[in-house]
Antibody, heavy 120, light 107 residues
Framework: QITLQESGPSLVQPTQTLTVTCTFT??????????VGWIRQPPGKAPECLAF???????RISPSLNTRLTITKDTSRNQVVLTLTNMDPVDTGTYFC????????????WGQGTLVTVSS | EIVLTQSPVTLSLSPGESATLSCRAS??????LAWYQQKPGQAPRLLIY???NRATDIPARFSGSGSRTDFTLSISSLEPEDFAVYYC?????????FGQGTKVDSK
Protein backbone atom coordinates (compact mmCIF):
# COMPACT_ATOMS: atom_id res chain seq x y z
CA GLN A 1 0.00 0.00 0.00
CA ILE A 2 1.40 3.36 -1.06
CA THR A 3 0.99 6.32 1.26
CA LEU A 4 2.42 9.85 1.19
CA GLN A 5 2.32 12.48 3.92
CA GLU A 6 3.25 16.13 3.65
CA SER A 7 4.63 18.07 6.61
CA GLY A 8 5.64 21.66 7.07
CA PRO A 9 4.54 25.01 8.44
CA SER A 10 0.97 26.17 8.04
CA LEU A 11 1.91 29.87 8.19
CA VAL A 12 4.85 31.55 6.49
CA GLN A 13 5.71 35.24 6.46
CA PRO A 14 6.34 37.07 3.19
CA THR A 15 9.97 36.84 1.98
CA GLN A 16 10.59 33.75 4.13
CA THR A 17 11.55 30.33 2.78
CA LEU A 18 9.08 27.43 2.78
CA THR A 19 10.32 23.90 3.33
CA VAL A 20 7.83 21.05 3.01
CA THR A 21 8.68 17.39 3.35
CA CYS A 22 6.96 14.42 1.74
CA THR A 23 7.44 11.15 3.63
CA PHE A 24 6.24 8.04 1.85
CA THR A 25 5.79 4.32 2.31
CA UNK A 26 5.03 1.42 -0.02
CA UNK A 27 7.59 2.17 -2.71
CA UNK A 28 11.26 3.05 -3.13
CA UNK A 29 12.63 6.01 -5.02
CA UNK A 30 15.43 3.71 -6.08
CA UNK A 31 13.03 1.80 -8.36
CA UNK A 32 13.59 2.47 -12.04
CA UNK A 33 10.97 4.65 -13.65
CA UNK A 34 9.24 6.08 -10.60
CA UNK A 35 9.17 9.59 -9.23
CA VAL A 36 7.54 12.02 -6.83
CA GLY A 37 6.07 15.38 -7.67
CA TRP A 38 4.88 18.45 -5.83
CA ILE A 39 1.58 20.02 -6.86
CA ARG A 40 0.15 23.24 -5.45
CA GLN A 41 -3.51 24.25 -5.41
CA PRO A 42 -4.52 27.81 -4.49
CA PRO A 43 -7.90 28.03 -2.74
CA GLY A 44 -10.71 27.52 -5.26
CA LYS A 45 -8.33 27.09 -8.20
CA ALA A 46 -6.88 24.29 -10.28
CA PRO A 47 -3.79 22.33 -9.28
CA GLU A 48 -0.38 23.36 -10.62
CA CYS A 49 2.67 21.11 -11.00
CA LEU A 50 5.66 22.70 -9.27
CA ALA A 51 8.40 20.11 -9.48
CA PHE A 52 9.13 16.47 -10.08
CA UNK A 53 12.08 14.25 -9.20
CA UNK A 54 12.83 10.92 -10.86
CA UNK A 55 14.35 7.81 -9.32
CA UNK A 56 17.70 8.62 -10.99
CA UNK A 57 17.81 12.16 -9.58
CA UNK A 58 16.69 13.95 -12.75
CA UNK A 59 14.53 16.94 -11.90
CA ARG A 60 11.82 19.01 -13.51
CA ILE A 61 11.08 22.48 -12.14
CA SER A 62 8.24 24.79 -13.14
CA PRO A 63 9.75 27.46 -15.42
CA SER A 64 7.84 30.18 -13.57
CA LEU A 65 9.47 29.16 -10.27
CA ASN A 66 12.89 27.88 -11.33
CA THR A 67 14.79 30.69 -9.59
CA ARG A 68 13.01 30.07 -6.28
CA LEU A 69 12.34 26.34 -6.09
CA THR A 70 14.47 23.34 -5.18
CA ILE A 71 13.47 19.69 -5.00
CA THR A 72 15.64 17.02 -3.39
CA LYS A 73 15.25 13.39 -2.38
CA ASP A 74 16.60 11.23 0.39
CA THR A 75 16.09 7.69 -0.86
CA SER A 76 17.21 6.01 2.35
CA ARG A 77 14.74 8.03 4.44
CA ASN A 78 11.91 7.78 1.87
CA GLN A 79 11.55 11.55 1.69
CA VAL A 80 11.29 14.27 -0.94
CA VAL A 81 11.77 17.89 0.12
CA LEU A 82 10.52 21.04 -1.60
CA THR A 83 12.05 24.41 -0.84
CA LEU A 84 10.49 27.64 -2.08
CA THR A 85 12.26 30.90 -1.34
CA ASN A 86 10.97 34.46 -1.10
CA MET A 87 7.39 33.45 -0.31
CA ASP A 88 4.59 35.79 -1.35
CA PRO A 89 0.85 35.78 -0.54
CA VAL A 90 0.18 34.43 -4.05
CA ASP A 91 2.02 31.25 -2.98
CA THR A 92 -0.79 30.49 -0.53
CA GLY A 93 -2.39 27.14 -1.18
CA THR A 94 -2.46 23.44 -0.45
CA TYR A 95 0.78 21.69 -1.26
CA PHE A 96 0.43 18.06 -2.30
CA CYS A 97 3.07 15.46 -3.02
CA UNK A 98 2.17 12.63 -5.36
CA UNK A 99 3.68 9.39 -6.62
CA UNK A 100 4.08 8.59 -10.28
CA UNK A 101 4.89 4.99 -11.09
CA UNK A 102 5.60 3.17 -14.32
CA UNK A 103 2.02 2.02 -14.80
CA UNK A 104 0.12 4.20 -14.67
CA UNK A 105 2.65 6.87 -15.67
CA UNK A 106 0.85 9.62 -13.84
CA UNK A 107 -0.08 10.72 -10.31
CA UNK A 108 -1.93 7.68 -9.01
CA UNK A 109 -1.25 8.26 -5.30
CA TRP A 110 -1.43 11.56 -3.45
CA GLY A 111 -0.81 12.80 0.04
CA GLN A 112 -3.63 14.57 1.87
CA GLY A 113 -1.94 17.93 1.30
CA THR A 114 -0.79 20.67 3.66
CA LEU A 115 -2.29 24.14 3.59
CA VAL A 116 0.31 26.89 3.61
CA THR A 117 -0.76 30.49 4.18
CA VAL A 118 1.59 33.33 3.40
CA SER A 119 0.78 36.31 5.58
CA SER A 120 2.42 38.75 7.93
CA GLU B 1 3.29 25.67 -21.80
CA ILE B 2 0.34 23.56 -22.93
CA VAL B 3 -2.99 25.08 -21.92
CA LEU B 4 -5.91 22.75 -21.24
CA THR B 5 -9.38 24.23 -21.59
CA GLN B 6 -12.25 22.35 -20.00
CA SER B 7 -15.92 22.74 -20.80
CA PRO B 8 -18.44 23.32 -19.50
CA VAL B 9 -17.37 25.12 -16.34
CA THR B 10 -20.37 23.71 -14.48
CA LEU B 11 -22.65 20.81 -15.31
CA SER B 12 -25.93 20.53 -13.37
CA LEU B 13 -27.38 17.04 -13.53
CA SER B 14 -29.51 14.63 -11.55
CA PRO B 15 -28.48 11.19 -10.28
CA GLY B 16 -28.96 8.61 -12.99
CA GLU B 17 -28.21 11.04 -15.80
CA SER B 18 -25.11 10.86 -17.98
CA ALA B 19 -22.30 13.43 -18.02
CA THR B 20 -19.95 14.39 -20.83
CA LEU B 21 -16.93 16.57 -19.97
CA SER B 22 -14.55 18.02 -22.53
CA CYS B 23 -10.86 18.92 -22.39
CA ARG B 24 -9.10 20.66 -25.27
CA ALA B 25 -5.32 21.07 -25.45
CA SER B 26 -3.60 24.08 -27.02
CA UNK B 27 -1.27 21.67 -28.84
CA UNK B 28 -1.17 17.94 -29.38
CA UNK B 29 -0.50 15.76 -26.32
CA UNK B 30 -0.81 12.38 -28.08
CA UNK B 31 -2.75 10.22 -25.61
CA UNK B 32 -0.86 11.49 -22.56
CA LEU B 33 -3.86 12.87 -20.75
CA ALA B 34 -5.37 11.94 -17.41
CA TRP B 35 -8.61 12.75 -15.61
CA TYR B 36 -8.97 13.32 -11.87
CA GLN B 37 -11.93 13.73 -9.54
CA GLN B 38 -11.65 16.05 -6.54
CA LYS B 39 -14.05 16.49 -3.64
CA PRO B 40 -13.82 19.35 -1.11
CA GLY B 41 -10.95 18.98 1.32
CA GLN B 42 -9.51 15.97 -0.52
CA ALA B 43 -6.65 15.33 -2.88
CA PRO B 44 -7.39 14.65 -6.53
CA ARG B 45 -8.17 11.01 -7.32
CA LEU B 46 -6.94 9.48 -10.56
CA LEU B 47 -9.78 8.17 -12.74
CA ILE B 48 -8.38 7.77 -16.25
CA TYR B 49 -4.81 7.73 -17.57
CA UNK B 50 -3.44 7.82 -21.10
CA UNK B 51 -6.81 9.10 -22.35
CA UNK B 52 -8.83 5.90 -22.02
CA ASN B 53 -7.43 3.59 -19.33
CA ARG B 54 -9.34 3.33 -16.07
CA ALA B 55 -7.20 3.46 -12.96
CA THR B 56 -7.36 0.77 -10.29
CA ASP B 57 -10.75 0.41 -8.58
CA ILE B 58 -12.46 3.00 -10.78
CA PRO B 59 -16.03 1.95 -11.68
CA ALA B 60 -16.86 1.09 -15.28
CA ARG B 61 -19.32 4.01 -15.51
CA PHE B 62 -16.27 6.25 -15.98
CA SER B 63 -14.75 6.20 -19.46
CA GLY B 64 -12.32 8.35 -21.37
CA SER B 65 -11.70 8.93 -25.06
CA GLY B 66 -9.82 11.17 -27.43
CA SER B 67 -6.32 11.90 -28.69
CA ARG B 68 -4.08 14.78 -29.73
CA THR B 69 -6.05 17.86 -28.73
CA ASP B 70 -9.61 16.75 -27.93
CA PHE B 71 -10.58 14.53 -25.04
CA THR B 72 -13.78 13.48 -23.32
CA LEU B 73 -14.62 12.04 -19.93
CA SER B 74 -17.99 10.30 -19.83
CA ILE B 75 -19.88 9.26 -16.74
CA SER B 76 -22.86 7.04 -17.40
CA SER B 77 -25.65 7.07 -14.83
CA LEU B 78 -24.35 9.48 -12.18
CA GLU B 79 -24.20 8.21 -8.63
CA PRO B 80 -24.54 10.61 -5.65
CA GLU B 81 -20.81 10.27 -4.92
CA ASP B 82 -19.89 11.46 -8.45
CA PHE B 83 -20.82 15.09 -7.77
CA ALA B 84 -17.40 16.73 -7.62
CA VAL B 85 -14.88 18.75 -9.62
CA TYR B 86 -13.10 17.01 -12.50
CA TYR B 87 -9.70 18.02 -13.88
CA CYS B 88 -7.79 16.91 -16.94
CA UNK B 89 -3.98 16.90 -16.88
CA UNK B 90 -1.35 16.39 -19.59
CA UNK B 91 2.07 14.79 -19.16
CA UNK B 92 3.23 15.25 -22.74
CA UNK B 93 5.39 18.32 -22.11
CA UNK B 94 6.85 19.79 -18.95
CA UNK B 95 5.42 21.63 -17.15
CA UNK B 96 2.63 19.11 -16.81
CA UNK B 97 -0.53 21.17 -16.69
CA PHE B 98 -4.10 20.86 -15.45
CA GLY B 99 -7.30 22.23 -16.89
CA GLN B 100 -9.32 24.73 -14.86
CA GLY B 101 -11.87 22.08 -13.92
CA THR B 102 -15.51 21.19 -14.52
CA LYS B 103 -17.84 21.10 -11.54
CA VAL B 104 -20.58 18.49 -11.71
CA ASP B 105 -23.28 19.48 -9.29
CA SER B 106 -26.73 18.25 -8.42
CA LYS B 107 -29.64 19.86 -10.23
Amino acid sequence: QITLQESGPSLVQPTQTLTVTCTFTGFSLATTGVGVGWIRQPPGKAPECLAFIYWDGEKRISPSLNTRLTITKDTSRNQVVLTLTNMDPVDTGTYFCAYRGVVPPTFAHWGQGTLVTVSS
Amino acid sequence: EIVLTQSPVTLSLSPGESATLSCRASQGVASQLAWYQQKPGQAPRLLIYDASNRATDIPARFSGSGSRTDFTLSISSLEPEDFAVYYCQQRHNWPWTFGQGTKVDSK
